[in-house]
């Protein structure tokens, strides 16, 4: 049988992953995140844009930065109705 040292340490370990748990679902929802993969992403095309000679590369870059932003906001919704249909 576990000492009660053991079993502290346990628990304290368990209580340390459950923080990092819930800081990394913080982070996973969190709108500085959503905000900084749509500015990276914008960055992005819009460098390979105007590195291909694409007229109005910045402009141009705008609708796949939404696109990804838009599908990272639907994504609770339908993670979800999926989690209601499987469980």
């Known amino acids: 049988m576990a000492?009660?040292?053991?079993?502290e340490a346990k628990l304290k370990r368990i209580e340390e992953r459950n923080k990092k748990v819930e800081?990394?679902?913080?982070?996973e929802t969190s709108l500085t995140?959503?905000?900084l993969l749509f500015a990276?992403?914008?960055l992005a095309v819009g460098?390979?844009?105007q590195a291909i000679n694409i007229s109005q590369p910045w402009l141009?870059?705008?609708?796949?930065?939404?696109?990804?932003?838009?599908?990272?906001l639907t994504l609770p919704f339908?993670?979800?109705k999926w989690?209601?249909?499987a469980c």
């Open 40 to 42: 990276f992403t914008y």
């Open 23 to 27: 800081s990394d679902k913080a982070w």
């Open 47 to 49: 460098f390979y844009l």
């Open 60 to 72: 141009n870059a705008i609708v796949p930065a939404l696109g990804f932003m838009l599908s990272t």
């Open 3 to 7: 000492s009660l040292k053991e079993l």
């Open 83 to 85: 989690l209601e249909l």
């Open 78 to 80: 339908f993670k979800k």
């Open 33 to 35: 995140r959503r905000l």
